[in-house]
């Protein structure tokens, strides 16, 4: 039988660092965890129960963030921005991989106000 407990344990240590929110680029429940490791090993093959304890064992703390979304809506000529918050409470991971959202500015035409 196949201890998915040690592989998953030893794929986090290879790919991953404790980290604390502010640094962390990996930031996931731990259902969020479980679902990135299962596009890896099969569905289902440790609990959050397992996963908890790995990530205990391994020097991970569970951590609480705010988590903020975005949205910007157009009333009459008005932009309005609304950043929503919630509280998230999880794990915060650092990979070596660079996971920050790239930004691209183009110039947007803006239409001749009618006057």
Not at 93 to 102: A, G, I, M, T
Request: glycine share 4%.
């Amino acid at each position: 039988m196949l201890n998915y407990p040690e592989q998953i344990t030893a794929f986090i240590t290879a790919n991953f660092t404790p980290s604390d929110p502010d640094r962390a680029n990996f930031k996931r429940t731990t259902d969020g965890v479980l679902t990135f490791l299962f596009a890896t090993f099969p569905d289902g093959c440790i609990s959050d129960y397992d996963l908890n304890d790995i990530l205990l064992e391994l020097g991970y703390e569970r951590h609480t963030w705010v988590n903020e979304h975005i949205e910007v809506t157009y009333v009459d000529e008005a932009e309005i921005t609304t950043i929503n918050k919630s509280l998230v409470s999880g794990w915060c991971l650092q990979s070596v991989f660079n996971l920050n959202p790239d930004i691209f500015e183009a110039p947007v035409e803006r239409k001749p106000k009618r006057g």
